[in-house]
């Protein structure tokens, strides 16, 4: 009897454990999810490839490009007055392409910057943390933590970035001093491959 008691008075202590088994696994699962969702959100985690944008336009080669004018680092540009064809690039502090791309950029500016206008335009509402609001010292810190020599805009509004953006950052347009788009990429590009975009337009 005492064999059968102790035995009955295990089985009804584990189904007592059981429910609180479940649902402490169910909590784990759910913290599991909600952290992977989190982080998913947070580009300075987890950064995406050719990084999302939070917009995507609808500009097309052969088109005339959407006016835009900023104040960079090295003065106000305004594509209307732009006397060469631009190589314009929207850009994300947090982006890893981007920043790994401003050494490309860096040496067509070298190259071409008498013959082309090139400028970099923010097209973030983050900064280089993935959590703070973007700013202008945040680009400014962008252009020194990364030697940028060309010339580097921040925009509050995201207009450029509104009228230009493709599917993911960095996106990089090539315009005609005709003001009609001659080129258009999204993501890490060859430096090969911007150079015939630019020659192209010469």
């Not at 169910?26 to 599991?32: E, F, P, S, V, Y």
């Not at 071409?112 to 335009?121: H, L, N, P, Q």
């Not at 097209?123 to 280089?128: E, K, Q, T, V, W």
Request: glycine share 6%; proline share 6%; net charge positive.
């Amino acid at each position: 009897m005492k064999a059968n008691a102790t035995s009955t008075s295990r089985r009804s202590s584990a189904d007592r454990r059981k429910p609180i088994l479940y649902i402490t696994l169910g909590a784990i699962a759910l913290a599991l999810v909600v952290t992977v969702a989190v982080l998913s959100r947070n580009p300075s985690v987890v950064p995406q490839s050719a990084t999302e944008a939070h917009v995507a336009s609808t500009i097309k080669v052969g088109q005339t490009a959407p006016p835009f004018a900023v104040s960079t680092t090295a003065g106000p540009f305004d594509l209307a007055t732009a006397k060469t064809p631009v190589l314009l690039e929207v850009f994300a502090t947090w982006c890893p392409h981007c920043q790994r791309e401003t050494k490309i950029i860096d040496a067509l500016y070298k190259r071409y910057g008498t013959r082309i206008s090139i400028v970099a335009v923010s097209g973030s509402n983050l900064a280089g943390d993935g959590n703070s609001p973007a700013s202008q010292a945040d680009v400014i810190a962008f252009a020194q933590k990364f030697g940028v020599a060309y010339p580097i805009a921040f925009d509050p509004d995201l207009k450029v970035a509104d009228a230009y953006m493709q599917s993911g950052f960095p996106t990089i347009v090539v315009i005609k001093a005709n003001k009609t788009i001659s080129y258009i990429g999204d993501g890490e590009l060859a430096q090969s491959a911007l150079e015939t975009a630019i020659k192209a337009v010469l």
